[in-house]
T-cell receptor, first 115, second 114 residues
Framework: QQQVKQSPQSLIVQKGGISIINCAYE??????FPWYQQFPGKGPALLIA?????SEKKEGRFTISFNKSAKQFSLHIMDSQPGDSATYFC??????????????FGKGTKLSVKP | SAVISQKPSRDICQRGTSLTIQCQVD?????MFWYRQQPGQSLTLIAT?????????ESGFVIDKFPISRPNLTFSTLTVSNMSPEDSSIYLC???????????FGPGTRLTVL
């Protein structure tokens, strides 16, 4: 119930291509879905996040698509660049009486963008 | 967001010793958390650091092994006690500015136990 399943484990994309990372969850009480980007030796940085009242959110080259009925959400990176090479984590949490609860993380996707 | 610093950034320790990691935030935050990230793995929540009271630990983590303090709204410490090589990980502090806010992570402390 608390698990967030992320795929693929690793991804190689050519520069300029589209990177797609998928996540699925079971607990329908989750109401907040952030994506984090982590470079080697650094802490995770919030990239983009979505709540279930919208099906898509776009910020620059990064888009989250959300399918509530399928309990799936995905990250699309358009025009992928070598500087996007990092590990990406999806996560989910639920609201407890006005307080956002603990983040449950996926296992991560290591993205490599080839020049 | 908030600017988070952690000390030390990395350390190499001997088995059986303890290490205290500090987390400092540049503004008052509502919630502070401690995570562990084992090499090449995802993030696992250790505990929520509560200001002025005992931390709330996740299943599999106990206070004797990971004592936590949070004396005010901008500072917390995590101690890794009686260390073994299995404790070699990155330890991350994260904060939420408001109750409904997302979490922001510090740079992490890379711990190696020999």
């Amino acid at each position: 119930q608390q698990q967030v399943k992320q795929s693929p484990q690793s991804l190689i994309v050519q520069k300029g291509g589209i990177s797609i990372i998928n996540c699925a969850y079971e607990n329908t009480a989750f109401d907040y879905f952030p994506w984090y980007q982590q470079f080697p030796g650094k802490g995770p940085a919030l990239l983009i996040a979505i709540r279930p009242d919208v099906s898509e959110k776009k910020e620059g080259r990064f888009t989250i698509s959300f399918n509530k009925s399928a309990k799936q959400f995905s990250l699309h990176i358009m025009d992928s660049q070598p500087g996007d090479s990092a590990t990406y984590f999806c996560a989910a949490s639920m609201n407890y009486g006005g307080s956002q609860g603990n983040l449950i993380f996926g296992k991560g996707t290591k993205l490599s963008v080839k020049p | 967001s908030a600017v988070i610093s952690q000390k030390p950034s990395r350390d190499i320790c001997q088995r059986g010793t303890s290490l205290t990691i500090q987390c400092q935030v540049d503004s008052q935050v509502t919630m502070m958390f401690w995570y562990r990230q084992q090499p090449g793995q995802s993030l696992t929540l250790i505990a929520t650091a509560n200001q002025g009271s005992e931390a709330t630990y996740e299943s599999g983590f106990v206070i004797d092994k990971f004592p936590i303090s949070r004396p005010n709204l901008t500072f917390s410490t995590l101690t890794v006690s009686n260390m073994s090589p299995e404790d070699s990980s990155i330890y991350l502090c994260s904060v939420a500015v408001a109750f409904a806010d997302t979490q922001y992570f510090g740079p992490g402390t890379r711990l190696t136990v020999l």
